[in-house]
T-cell receptor
Framework: EPEVTQTPSHQVTQMGQEVILRCVPI?????FYWYRQILGQKVEFLVS????????KSEIFDDQFSVERPDGSNFTLKIRSTKLEDSAMYFC????????????FGPGTRLTVT | SQKIEQNSEALNIQEGKTATLTCNYT??????LQWYRQDPGRGPVFLLL?????KEKRKERLKVTFDTTLKQSLFHITASQPADSATYLC????????????FGSGTRLQVQP
């Protein structure tokens, strides 16, 4: 069964450093999303991406964040200058365009900012 | 934007019983509502979607109801098993016509053998 994959599974970085989290969505899906979950808290939406552009973003997704689809398979989230409060689990998700609104999530990348 | 309330207390039930979880929402009435399962340290897994014109949806031992007047969804697991122990999340579109989801904080279900 097709699945969303994410790398790395765990990233440790120092405050102020740039990180890039990578995702490979399900191949025939065209909507892509990033969510994050701070330990013990709810899953929060960051950004959605369709047709090579951002379709929606939350107030969390400020100028420190950017997304890119560098090729036909990868979808990346970049944090330019990490802060301690960026420590969280970051989930990538994808969904089909026509069939339904259900989203398929990857296993997540645990980002630890020290 | 949408606000969602789920029982924050963990639900403990005996194997074989039916678990019932509640999701209440405020603000606008969504076109659909989704339920996900999340295990510790893992990503949410889609379970069921119910649309505003559907009162009830079933999938194997799962049943979801959607009452747009009460602004409430109930999620039932019949003949529960220890393997059903997880956190169950209710999710709605953030806004009308949007695909991005707002999630509830989830209800943790513990099924005792």
């Amino acid at each position: 069964e097709p699945e969303v994959t994410q790398t790395p599974s765990h990233q440790v970085t120092q405050m102020g450093q740039e990180v890039i989290l990578r995702c490979v969505p399900i191949s025939n899906h065209l909507y892509f999303y990033w969510y994050r979950q701070i330990l013990g808290q709810k899953v929060e939406f960051l950004v959605s991406f369709y047709n090579n552009e951002i379709s929606e973003k939350s107030e969390i997704f400020d100028d420190q964040f950017s997304v890119e689809r560098p090729d036909g398979s990868n979808f990346t989230l970049k944090i330019r200058s990490t802060k301690l409060e960026d420590s969280a689990m970051y989930f990538c998700a994808s969904s089909e365009v026509l069939a339904g609104y259900e989203q398929y999530f990857g296993p997540g990348t645990r980002l630890t900012v020290t | 934007s949408q606000k969602i309330e789920q029982n924050s207390e963990a639900l403990n039930i005996q194997e074989g019983k039916t678990a019932t979880l509640t999701c209440n929402y405020t603000n606008y009435s969504p076109a659909y509502l989704q339920w996900y399962r999340q295990d510790p340290g893992r990503g949410p897994v889609f379970l069921l979607l119910i649309r505003e014109n559907e009162k009830e949806k079933r999938k194997e031992r799962l049943k979801v109801t959607f009452d747009t007047t009460l602004k409430q969804s109930l999620f039932h697991i019949t003949a529960s098993q220890p393997a059903d122990s997880a956190t169950y999340l209710c999710a709605l579109p953030r806004d009308t016509g949007r695909r991005a989801l707002t999630f509830g904080s989830g209800t943790r279900l513990q099924v005792q053998p």
